[in-house]
């Protein structure tokens, strides 16, 4: 065979190939991550979770263009999982629906950067709307719908002057509107029915809307006149506000809501779904009237094995007791239902006073001064006793060195946590002391802080009371892992850390207070997992208690009461954040010796890829990007540097947590063109 004939048949083959596999590497990639974080359905016919060649091949819900995937339609598949983190490789995707699924978390910060239009309706997402659809300048169509997204709307719809219609109903969104809805120059369609979103539309008024739905939410003030124009409106089911509007502005009952959704329903099927809602209802109604009084009898007897375990490690109890036989929980339901049962009244005028004065919130912007205003409950000891039935051991979730914590129930239902500080605290004539702390507290307010919400001083007995968080610690999430548990995505990570460091920059740099104590069992997670900073405020008692309790939260300088600095509540926040970072404890005596004090074993390891990609925790599944990943470990490098003048000030760790969630990613190897 002549040498000519051979370099011609390699140069054949070597076309063919081209031919063959066609689609660009970044987007089989993005596919791959897909495929498998979807669980590798079978549905999704010739999908592979490595290598593929998508365009050439024809993969289910695929189309392209040359060697770009430029649309992505699985809708209606019955997929379930998650969306994955490369998505913002396909840069050339116009159209990604994925909507009437079963997926759930949070909705991915890593999109496709340039679609047009966007479906995610109808899954399961929680969280946030994410940022970084901020920077999706071409999009067209965003529909959100029927998920479970919660929490408040930020101002990030003032590049999108392309989108027309934005669906983001059936949510549990919540707070005003965005004044960035006021740059939606070419937006027509708006449906936001069925959130909890409060405040005034004023910012509607200047849109060129042909249809609005605002029904079922808790809007307020007045319609600006614009609005009655609409074809087609509902504002119905919220608190609009009575009486003669000012100039410009109409009562709501001056405009005819017309009862839409998008997308339209005959009268006839209206009428189906209403008498078959009427239907379910009556059958609801027979049930609950038959299991009503067995079920109020039931209050305090149903055991909460998920509350009590993620109750583990509450307000900076370092020893917890549960008995399965006597330590109830408490159940939503029993909230609810408990408004009936009980005999405590608490004293309505005397027991409760206000608190209003201005805060300053560090790392907000608008927000930053405002007036704040809670009440702060005055109980008496028998109260107290009451509801935590004498103090009983069932209700003890635990004990630190400042004193014991109970979980308790009020007679309105409320579940509450008790913080009995120890007597000791209290002798050779320190009483005066807790009237101090007292006020001292109620003086501290902040969205990612547990603040007080009552007191109690009374025959020796002094107690914090503080509401009650279900879902327990970042401690619980990331160490006490059983059948009730669910790992923390990436993207919450962020939250939590971010949350965090600004409810401690607010600690030292509005109220000049050390913490002295922080530690992922004192950041409890409410019911959208935001972090809430506990033991606030409380740092006289811990120098008291006295220095370094060991546990590898503490900085090495901290060997005597004295010690505790601005610097070294840094570094404990920087343990926390690589908690975040590897799910392990700050000390495992299970672990080898090298590895037992965690800072020890991670610090000479976050600054190499390799390694730092083997020390992330493995409940994440590799779900997260690598870029995102080392800018966090670069954070926490500097908080736990062994000498506190190399720490950073809180204000610019917050700052690196800030632009690590906002900031679009500089580099070009496709990984994450928006990192969150």
């Not at 029927?146 to 930020?154: F, I, R």
């Not at 059958?283 to 007897?301: H, M």
């Not at 507290?441 to 007080?452: C, M």
Request: neutral net charge; glycine residues 8%.
């Amino acid at each position: 065979m002549s040498p000519n004939f051979i370099g011609l048949w390699l140069f054949s083959l070597g076309i063919l190939t081209l031919v063959h596999s066609k689609t660009d590497s970044k987007d089989v990639a993005a596919l791959n991550v897909m495929y498998t974080s979807l669980n590798s359905p079978k549905k999704l016919k010739d999908w592979e979770a490595s290598g593929g060649d998508p365009c050439a091949d024809g993969w289910t819900g695929i189309e392209c263009s040359g060697s770009s995937v430029t649309e992505i339609n699985l809708s209606g598949l019955g997929l379930s999982g998650s969306l994955g983190y490369q998505l913002s490789n396909l840069a050339s995707v116009t159209n990604f629906d994925v909507s009437n699924n079963k997926l759930s978390g949070d909705i991915p910060y890593q999109l496709p950067p340039n679609v047009n239009h966007l479906d995610l309706s109808n899954n399961g997402f929680t969280g946030t709307v994410p940022y970084s659809i901020s920077l999706m300048k071409s999009l067209k169509d965003l529909d959100l719908s029927h998920n479970q997204l919660n929490g408040q709307l930020t101002d990030m719809f003032s590049s999108l002057s392309n989108l027309g219609l934005l669906d983001l109903s059936y949510n549990k969104l919540s707070g005003s509107l965005p004044q960035s809805f006021g740059s939606l120059s070419s937006l027509s369609s708006l449906f936001l029915q069925d959130n909890q979103l409060n405040g005034q539309i004023n910012v509607l008024a200047k849109l060129k809307l042909n249809e609005l739905n605002l029904a079922n939410n808790k809007f307020s003030g007045w319609i600006p006149n614009e609005l009655t124009k609409l074809k087609k409106i509902d504002i119905e089911g919220n608190s609009w506000s009575s009486g003669q509007p000012p100039p410009g502005m109409t009562s709501s009952g001056n405009i005819k809501s017309t009862h839409m959704e998008k997308g339209g329903m005959s009268g006839i099927m209206i009428a189906v779904i209403i008498m078959g809602i009427l239907v379910v209802i009556a059958i609801v109604l027979a049930i609950l009237s038959r299991t009503r009084s067995s079920f109020s009898s039931s209050l305090f007897e149903e055991h909460d094995d998920q509350s009590d375990r993620k109750s583990l490690n509450y307000f900076g109890s370092n020893r917890y007791t549960t008995d399965p036989g006597t330590d109830k929980g408490f159940k939503d339901h029993e909230v609810k239902a408990l408004q009936s049962s009980g005999p405590i009244s608490l004293k309505p005028s005397l027991s409760n006073r206000m608190k209003s004065f201005r805060n300053k919130e560090p790392g907000s912007n608008a927000a930053s001064q405002r007036k704040v205003s809670f009440e702060i409950t005055l109980y008496t000891l028998a109260e107290l006793q009451t509801a935590t039935s004498n103090f009983a051991m069932s209700r003890l979730l635990g004990e630190g060195s400042i004193g014991r914590v109970y979980k308790a129930k009020r007679p309105d239902g409320k579940v509450i946590v008790v913080k009995k500080i120890s007597s000791s605290f209290f002798q050779d004539g320190k009483g005066e002391k807790f009237s101090d702390v007292v006020s001292s507290l109620s003086k501290i307010y902040h969205p990612n802080v547990v603040e007080l919400s009552g007191h109690c001083s009374e025959q020796r007995h002094n107690m914090l009371v503080y509401d009650f968080f279900r879902n327990g610690s970042i401690h619980g999430y990331l160490h006490l892992s059983d059948e009730f548990s669910r790992p923390l995505t990436w993207n919450t990570r962020v939250k939590i850390a971010l949350g965090t460091a600004q409810a401690v920059e607010y600690l030292h740099e509005t109220c000049s207070l050390v913490h002295r104590s922080i530690k992922s069992s004192n950041i409890l997670l409410d019911m959208e997992l935001n972090p809430r900073l506990t033991e606030c405020g409380l740092a006289s008692f811990y120098q008291e208690a006295g220095g370094n309790q060991g546990g590898g939260w503490f900085a090495p300088e901290c060997t005597n009461a004295a010690s505790y600095t601005f610097k070294s509540d840094v570094y404990s926040f920087g343990v926390v954040m690589l908690e975040l970072l590897t799910g392990r404890m700050p000390f495992d005596s299970t672990k080898p010796k090298s590895e037992q004090y965690l800072v020890q074993w991670a610090l000479s390891q976050l600054h190499d890829i390799d390694a730092l990609d083997r020390m992330v925790d493995p409940s994440l599944r590799g779900l997260y990007p690598p870029k995102s990943i080392s800018q966090f470990a670069d954070i926490v490098a500097l908080c736990v540097q062994m000498e506190p003048e190399f720490r950073p000030p809180m204000s610019e760790v917050v700052q690196s947590l800030l632009r690590l969630v906002k900031r679009p990613s500089l580099s070009n190897r496709g990984l994450d063109d928006y990192e969150y």
